[in-house]
């Protein structure tokens, strides 16, 4: 716990120093900024029509910058493959989870799965969106895991693979599909853009909340021995 | 599009785990395809941009293939080719498995790397290839693997933090992400330079220049060999590949100071990873410090800044990726046979080997710089570029480096030759390995031959600056 | 508009200690706490600035880049645990193991 276990104090002190000559330079850089300065939300609202949501937000995320998104999805599988390349799911104690987390879990649950899909489906027009939705029910996942509860050997393998990818590939299919039909990747046509996102949303909750749920599992599942 | 290919790549990969190494391998072939299509397309049509999802920077993002970029996408599709032969022999089913989605998603980060033309899209794209390294470093198991791992991924994370807080002053001085545009509207500001200096700094973590260096030792000598291979070769290269678009393309105003420190840098690079080199007893870690070493060499570019320049320290990067590729092939070869790779007790593997061992040497003769090689026109360029600027000091350093590298690659071939006292038991080692080793070190010659074609290809659509003499 | 320079001076505040955390302490968790510190520092930064708009609406495009950023933090975060917890195993201790 203690620092000076490693480190010199004149190093400390050096390191002090360095960083507060940083940190005022850093300071100065951002004072020196405008103090007005709208970036891009211009755009933004002028092609905000044309994305298929109200929510300027979502609109960035899934529809101007759709690419970027994509690409993130891909960083969150990215982590759980690499965790899972690490090792197998820690073992499960054998305790019985308290009264209280019984409980409350049994009352939680369905309320953040409700709190999910509604969170998905206002991210057109409010805030609110697939990462959102994603992580309230990455939460409900937790609570399951917490009370003990362990997912059915025979969705272990396969049909927990693919709705883990399931976001990402849907991401994907859009997108190709749409070069298909003479666009660019991810270029949405304006009339179906706003079921189109929708559509990615979903997928992309889905996988975001397993995912997220598999992560803190910390271990890849037992029946890998195909 | 080459940056689809892998991902689908390593979705299915990661469903049917079983049949990994063949899905890998055809889609390694599909993907070198692609870029080669794509190569003949640039090179046709000159430089090229797309705006994904239909909206044209600043409110989307674009991707850009010029000729820098192409080159970036070559090397890394011949690598790759390469890498995939050599893993199919190297992993066992049950590492192959986890191998494959990661190494896909690698490819992929690298792949959408090269050719994003939006700094915020590369500061994801660089978080993708960072985890997908991290992983892979990790997969041999064993402390010193997962401990190298762990710094990596320290290193790396607090580098694209840099990175990115050098983005959010960008952005927030401008009102754009995308590189061309900032090109047209950057003004010299406090903010900017404090966003250079983030960047760079970042960046030069991550390239591993000394003395930021010190990650790079332990993850390159204790990862998988194809592993370190990918390392050496293409991973610290895409960091200083987002450093150089970013001097030439948004940080033209950069000043002489910087850039002779960089050089310094570089220089210190040279040197000291040469002379640790040499007292290295293992042969990955061998090859890894001189990675530190040939990194150096990339910075020399910097106090010259001149087109020319520039152009060498790429030529540089090129033949270094195709020669340190071999050379850890031709290594974890070694390892694969002997049961372990010190130096001091490679027991004739000249004879044994010959194949890796003619890989090795001739990896060494590119690295060393030695005619007819690709690293050799790379130092020639260098050192003109320096004659002509008149700062022939640099030129030492690489003439310096020069040796010192002959004198690590001959150390190891001295030791090859003779016979060790220790009994020990050999493994045969696949023989697609050994092809893949010495195809790569052939490749790093014969870029020596190619050179007016692949500087021509790296004119395409002006990367460096329109020549003002 | 002094409150938005106020955030992000706290942004960066943040991102220089969690730098300095990073430095100083040999225990892993706190080296990946602090990582996510600076992250968060840097996050701050780039949403406190965006509220710089005439309008007073706050320009989405920064929101939508600190979504990304924060999906990033967490899988990278993720694996850090993880990777912690196997250093650990292996070397018995939570700490990065001495250079060889």
């Known amino acids: 716990m203690n620092p000076d276990n490693n480190n010199s104090t004149l190093f400390r002190y050096l390191l002090i120093a360095v960083l507060i000559t940083m940190t005022a330079g850093l300071v100065y850089a951002l004072l020196s900024l405008p103090l007005l300065a709208s970036g891009l939300s211009f755009q933004v609202t002028q092609n905000l029509q044309l994305s298929g949501v109200e929510n300027p937000v979502t609109a960035v995320l899934l529809n101007f910058r759709a690419y970027d998104t994509f690409l993130e999805m891909g960083v969150l599988l990215l982590a759980l493959l690499a965790v899972w390349s690490l090792g197998t799911l820690p073992k499960q104690r054998e305790t019985a989870p308290g009264e209280v987390l019984n409980s409350l879990s049994g009352l939680l649950i369905p309320i953040l799965v409700l709190m999910a899909s509604y969170l998905l489906w206002v991210g057109a027009s409010a805030p609110g969106g697939a990462f959102q939705a994603g992580s309230v029910l990455a939460a409900a996942g937790v609570l399951l895991i917490l009370t003990g509860w362990q997912l059915n050997e025979k969705l272990q393998g396969l049909p927990l693979r693919f709705a883990l990818v399931a976001g990402l590939s849907i991401f994907m299919a859009v997108g190709v599909v749409l070069m298909l039909f003479g666009r660019r990747f991810l270029e949405y046509p304006p009339s179906v853009a706003a079921a189109l996102i929708l559509l990615i949303e979903a997928a992309a909750t889905v996988s975001i909340g397993i995912t997220l749920v598999a992560l803190f599992s910390g271990g890849r599942p037992e029946s890998e021995q195909q | ?469 | 508009m002094s409150a938005v320079f106020v955030y992000s001076l706290v942004g960066i505040g943040l991102f220089n200690l969690g730098l300095y955390a990073l430095i100083i302490y040999p225990h892993l968790l706190r080296k990946i706490l602090a990582v996510n510190i600076m992250g968060s520092g840097v996050f701050l930064v780039l949403v406190a600035l965006a509220g710089r708009t005439a309008s007073g609406v706050p320009d989405p495009v920064p929101h939508a880049m600190v979504i990304t950023g924060i999906v990033v933090a967490v899988s990278a975060t993720a694996l850090a645990l993880v990777l912690m917890l196997r250093v650990s195993a292996a070397t018995g201790q939570p700490e990065l193991p001495e250079e060889k």
């Open chain 2, 1 to 469: 599009m080459v940056i689809l290919l892998p991902i689908v790549a390593a979705l299915s990969c990661f469903l049917w785990p079983g049949r990994s190494i063949w899905i890998g391998l055809i889609n390694t072939f599909t993907i070198v395809l692609s870029v080669a299509g794509l190569s003949l397309q640039v090179v046709e049509q000159g430089a090229g941009r797309y705006a994904v999802g239909g909206w044209e920077a600043p409110l989307g993002i674009a991707l850009v293939s010029d000729g820098l970029s192409l080159l970036m996408l070559m090397v890394t599709a011949v690598v790759g080719l390469a890498i995939s032969v050599y893993s199919s022999c190297y992993f066992n089913q049950d590492k192959a498995r986890h191998f494959w989605p990661l190494w896909m998603l690698l490819w992929a980060a690298l792949n959408a790397l090269f050719l994003s033309a939006d700094i915020f899209n590369i500061y994801v794209t660089l978080e993708l290839m960072g985890l997908a390294a991290v992983a892979l470093v990790a997969l041999a198991g064993g402390k010193n693997s997962l401990g190298a791992a762990m710094r990596y991924l320290l290193v790396s994370l607090l580098g694209s933090l840099f990175y990115l807080l050098g983005v959010v002053l960008l952005y927030h001085s401008f009102g754009t992400v995308d590189m061309s545009l900032l090109a047209q509207r950057l003004e010299s500001s406090p903010a900017v330079w404090a966003a250079m200096g983030l960047m760079t700094s970042g960046l030069l973590l991550k390239t591993a220049l000394f003395p930021l260096h010190f990650w790079l030792p332990p993850a390159h000598g204790n990862a998988p060999a194809p592993v370190s291979a990918l390392l050496s070769a293409l991973v610290v290269k895409a960091s200083f590949y987002i450093l150089l678009r970013l001097w030439l393309e948004v940080f033209p105003v950069a000043s002489f100071e910087a850039g002779q420190l960089l050089g310094l840098l570089g220089a210190a690079a040279v040197l000291w990873g040469g002379v640790l080199a040499l007292r290295q007893t293992r042969l990955k870690l061998m090859i890894a410090y001189s990675t530190v070493m040939q990194i150096g060499y990339l910075f020399l570019a910097f106090p010259l800044a001149s087109i020319a320049g520039w152009k060498a320290a790429v030529y540089l990067l090129l033949s270094h990726a195709l020669a340190k590729t071999a050379m850890f092939m031709a290594a974890g070869n070694i390892l694969l046979y002997e049961g372990h790779d010190r130096i001091a007790e490679l027991d004739r593997v000249a004879q044994r080997l010959p194949m890796t061992l003619g890989a090795f040497a001739l990896a060494g003769v590119s690295l060393m710089g030695l005619p007819p090689s690709g690293g050799f026109i790379g130092k020639w360029l260098l050192l003109e570029a320096a004659i002509r600027s008149g700062q022939w000091w640099w030129g030492i350093v690489l003439i310096a480096g020069g040796l010192l590298t002959g004198a690590y690659v001959f150390k190891v071939i001295g030791f090859a030759f003779t016979q060790s006292n220790l009994p020990h038991e050999s493994r045969a080692v696949p023989i697609g390995m050994e092809w893949a080793a010495l195809f790569m070190a052939m490749l790093a010659i014969g870029l020596g031959f190619i050179a007016p074609w692949i500087l021509s290809i790296m004119d395409t659509g002006s990367p460096f600056g329109v020549a003002t003499r």
